[in-house]
């Protein structure tokens, strides 16, 4: 089996692979990283989304192999020193999570949104979250959300 | 609005789902886990003349491979249906067997054939892919209105009826009609949805041979009930030998309260491996084939009304698909959480209403949010809102004219329910205004100088949930009581765990739940940790459905708090040398009445584990559980107002505006409630947008089994929602709480339906409401009449 070699987290991982396994199932069931999560097998509900070399990634639509060397960070490492990133504690101030299960891959997603546009308007949000699916909020919280954090993310 | 110290506090639950700390069914792994596949039938509807294993049996890593064959030798039971409905003939709906792994046909795209267990999920899947089905086509019939007449699903079932059944007086609703000044009818179809909460079904099965115990994880959202129907009916074994897990559950929407035939088939083949763990998590594929669905119905309605447009009389006549096969409570959705509720918020005198149950070809119905309720408001407001342009009056207006009214309650309707309480007008005069209904008229010849269509619509809702006193349901054919349970602790050192049969999937229960605690008691809401999912720590539940959490789950919890209040008070007048009559309660302290003699309940609860200085009366321990049976249901209600904008070249339908007033009783944290009225209104814009399952009508396939084929609601799929609440407590729950989680899904389908239908001018559109069927409607209305 070949072996695959990224940093995760700021840590980095070597593990030998089964060529088909996808960057998600690595994630999940190799380094025990159980909050990125699986929500179809279409890469379309985004519950998977990570962050690789810096920008959104659905994790289900790369073979582990792909993410060879890469940066790949993930909903744990979001937090520094016990402290929410702004997105996260938006999404918590506004309430834009029931079930949590879409959470994470939202919070990255949204993280990625607001480093590409640090101030989108409503329109811009809801768009750029195409590749998400909530099926709890109806996404008036969460893009209530990305914009309180966009705002605090300018300073 | 009165004051009711309701308080919008941040969840406590967030900061584990924030930072990728929940612990959902699929983050668990088992010692020495294998991991099982479903085989599932390609056909909609065949013989099976055999399964041959054999050539998955020598994959890499197989464990086993077993069929139906194998349960039946072990005699596993049939999946049941819990609710038996009486048809207008008196006897019981056709019942047929629903057995976990098919045994010799199957009968929907789908159903389970097989289940390969593998030591990784890949060779599982490997290994699936070579077992060998040898079946016989037969014909399949998938579409509701052709099911009395299609082949036929099952033997029990002549004409593929489950039941024929009726709710009304058929005599006085016949006069009512033959002494009309007008007769308003339409004719709906209520499509058929998939429930997809984001999380999709997952199960581990575990038995363990030393105790001959056995630990289900499974995404449930009610633990004890599946316990239960997994132990009495399916597998046969001893309830107090199992355990059911319901972890953090993402989403559940009613799909996750039945006991299917996954879990149970992990449960059973961990046994047969004599102990190894069994793992199965669904794909979204299997989540759209073999997920209970929702909905599914063809209806007829029409009302009589007089020349004033009061409504004399309705007649509604609907035939409802169930699947393949009974889930659990398939058979209340379309009887008694449907015909009962054809009232809506009017006072009809005379309403019949027939349902013809029937199987198909399709994946079975069930429960899905709202459950009947919605049913029952697309019809009652799409017929209500003809009625107002058949009759030319305003849709405000009509509504006002036939509304029950505050000093009527308790209103008796003519199809069962006792309503208790309600104050209609008040919700339609705030939702009114805070759309600005009078300048909609402005609006729309604003919206028609752009060469767009503009449309209001009205949905004026009343559901039944706090679901549901036990003896009602029991003589309406319910298998089980609807009561929960709670235990309330005091921990010595003064901190408070809750115990609740409600199980939360996203509704916030460790947070609304701790508040009301915490009030209670005159402590923070951090110091009370809500304890759910798990029949292991809680004594008994009956889960979450039926908006029942807090109206049903959250009474059984003041009514163990007011147990741990009546000890408390013998401790106290036991440290304070008073009497038991003089102590008095209130936030958190004893005292002794018109004195400063007093104890913190702190103090009492040390007292109560270390009890040196203790009524010799009283047993240690301050540790209370109480049952709850509701009184009756509770009735939230309420008016949501959609306006549309339609864009006749592109058949785009811009929701322009959308108010919702709703009456939930009391209201804890504000925040929460005004999120499941959000998502509420999501899942119903999607009905009537987006959401469609269909199913090819000569294949019998499943043609939306994706994501990329069904259409869910995305965040550019919707606009921000304007709620507001009026607040009449429920009178006869202790927390004074109605219910808030189906609101949304109940009430939006036929606001918006009406709205693109005002827009349109035409009410020939059926759900959803695509942009090709708005744009085919669009273009007919505006092309010049023929030549």
Redesign the interface.
Known sequence: MPTVTMTVNGQQVSRDV?P?TLLVDFIRNELH??????????S??G?CVVHVDGTSQKACTMLAMQADGCEVA???G??KNGE?HPM?AA???H?G????????GM?MSAVDLVQRNPDPD??E??????G?????????????AIQHAAKEMRG | MPDTGAQRV??K????????????T??FNRQGQAYGVFVRSEMAHAKIKSVDTSQAEQAPGVVAVFTGKDMEADGVGSLPCGWTVTDRHGNPHKAPPHWPLARDKVRYVGDQVAFVIAETD?QARDAAELVAVDYEPLDAVVETGKALNGPQVHEEAPDNLCFDWEIGDKQATDDAFAKADHVSKVELVNNRLVP?????RAAIGEYDPGGDEYTLYSTSQNPHLLRLILCAFVLNLPEHKVRVVAP????G?GSKIYCYAEETTCVWASKKLDGRPVKW?A???EAFQADAHGRDHITTAEMALDKDGKFLGMRVDTIANLGAYLSNFSTAVPTYLYGTLLAGQYKTPAIHGNVKAVFTNTAPVDAYRGAGRPEATYVVERLVERCARDLNIDPAEIRRRNFVQPDEFPYQTPVALTYDSGQYELALDEALKMIDYRNFAQRRQESERRGKLRGIGFSAYIEACGIAPSQVVGALGAGVGLWESAQVRFNATGSISVFTGSHS????HETTFAQMVADKFGTDYNNVDIVHGDTGRIPMGMGTYGSRSLAVGGSAILRACDKVVEKGKKIAAHMLEASVDDIEFDQGTFRVAGTDKQKSIGEIAFAAYVPHDFPQDVEPGLDETAFYDPANFTYPSGVHIAEVEIDPDTGETQIADWVAVDDFGRVINP??V??QV??????GVGQALLENTVYDPDSGQLVTG???DYT?????D?P??RVGMTETPCPHNPVGAKGCGEA?AIAAPAALMNAITDALGTEDIQMPATREKVWRVAQQRLAPAAE
Not at chain 1, 133 to 141: A, K, M, P, S
Request: aromatic share 8%; proline share 3%.
């Open positions: 089964d088909r990283l159980t909050g990125t999560h699986v929500g179809c097998d279409t379309q509900c519950a993930t909903i744990e979001l937090a929410l996260q999404f918590k101030e309430h999570l029931q079930c949590g299960f879409c959470t994470p919070v409503e329109h949000v809801r768009e750029w979250l195409e998400n699916i909530c099926r709890c909020t109806g996404y008036h919280n969460i893009v209530k | 941040l969840r639950e967030d900061n584990r789902f924030l930072t990728g700390r929940g612990r959902y699929d983050d890949a997809n909460a984001i999380e999709p953090d559950v993402g989403g929407f998590v794909t979204r594929t999937h996203g509704q916030g925040m929460i005004e999120g959000h998502g509420g209104i999501a899942q994706s994501y990329q869910m609601p995305r965040a550019d919707l921000s929602f949304g």
